[in-house]
């Protein structure tokens, strides 16, 4: 298949691309500020600049697209023909960059959350919002049961 934009429309729609204050982010952020969860956003002291911070429940939360990201088996995350190698090549290390980056906040002693793009399409969005709560108040109750001992 070839791409039906040129290399400079391509290029300008590519760089538009935001990597912060996504709609999956968004959605995750509201949802947890309704459920009485309070973050930080972005946090650049961390590795990582993780996008959603919980520092009471020790816990960071990655939104991941699908495609930059390179979700294994989903079907958002297929390269483009286009410049096949190039993408092959950034997204293998925007993988194991990722991988680096929660080895270290995981040794830092934090809980690492990774949530996909995916994850929040409509058919799958409540009970992802869900799971991630339920495990943040897990995480909760384990640091409240350190503080009792």
């Known amino acids: 298949m070839v791409d039906v934009l040129s290399k400079e429309q391509r290029h300008r ?3 538009h691309i935001r990597y912060r204050n996504t709609k999956p ?3 995750v952020r509201k949802y947890l500020f309704a459920h009485g969860f309070r973050y930080r956003k972005n946090v650049k002291t961390l590795p990582g600049t ?3 911070v919980l520092p009471k429940y020790k816990t960071v939360v990655f939104v991941n697209g699908c495609f ?4 294994i088996g989903c079907k958002y995350a297929h390269l483009p023909e286009t410049n096949a190698e ?3 090549q ?5 993988q194991e960059r990722d991988i680096q980056e929660q080895c270290q906040l995981r ?3 934090w809980n690492v959350i990774q949530i996909w793009q995916c994850e929040l399409k409509p058919k799958n969005r409540i009970q992802t919002l ?4 339920n495990t943040l108040n897990m995480f909760n109750k384990k640091g409240n049961n350190k503080k009792e001992t």
């Open 90 to 94: 950034k997204i293998e290390a925007n």
């Open 86 to 88: 190039f993408w092959k």
């Open 68 to 71: 930059w990201h390179g979700h």
């Open 13 to 15: 729609c590519m760089s």
């Open 130 to 133: 869900q799971r991630l709560a």
């Open 50 to 52: 993780p996008d959603i």
């Open 107 to 109: 040794e830092s002693g």
């Open 25 to 27: 982010e968004i959605l």
